[in-house]
């Protein structure tokens, strides 16, 4: 009985070491949308993209191929 009790007692507090651990790595922030990205990164909106933007874009993805 008392194997059984250790390994009760160690697998409560690895579970609970891994609860602390993922609380800190605060994951829901990484489920923020990326449209929020600010004025830091302008021609990330497709929609707001220039046309000629887009031509370039379509040529190097062609080049690619």
């Given at each position: 009985m008392s194997k059984v009790?250790?390994?009760l007692l160690l697998s409560a507090a690895a579970t609970g070491v891994a609860a602390v651990v993922l609380h800190q790595l605060?994951?829901?922030a990484a489920r923020?949308?990326?449209n929020d990205a600010g004025p830091e990164f302008p021609?990330?909106?497709p929609d707001d993209?220039?046309?000629e933007d887009v031509?370039?874009?379509l040529n190097e993805l062609a080049s690619q191929l």
């Amino acid at each position: 009985m008392s194997k059984v009790l250790k390994a009760l007692l160690l697998s409560a507090a690895a579970t609970g070491v891994a609860a602390v651990v993922l609380h800190q790595l605060d994951l829901e922030a990484a489920r923020e949308p990326l449209n929020d990205a600010g004025p830091e990164f302008p021609g990330m909106n497709p929609d707001d993209m220039q046309e000629e933007d887009v031509a370039m874009l379509l040529n190097e993805l062609a080049s690619q191929l």
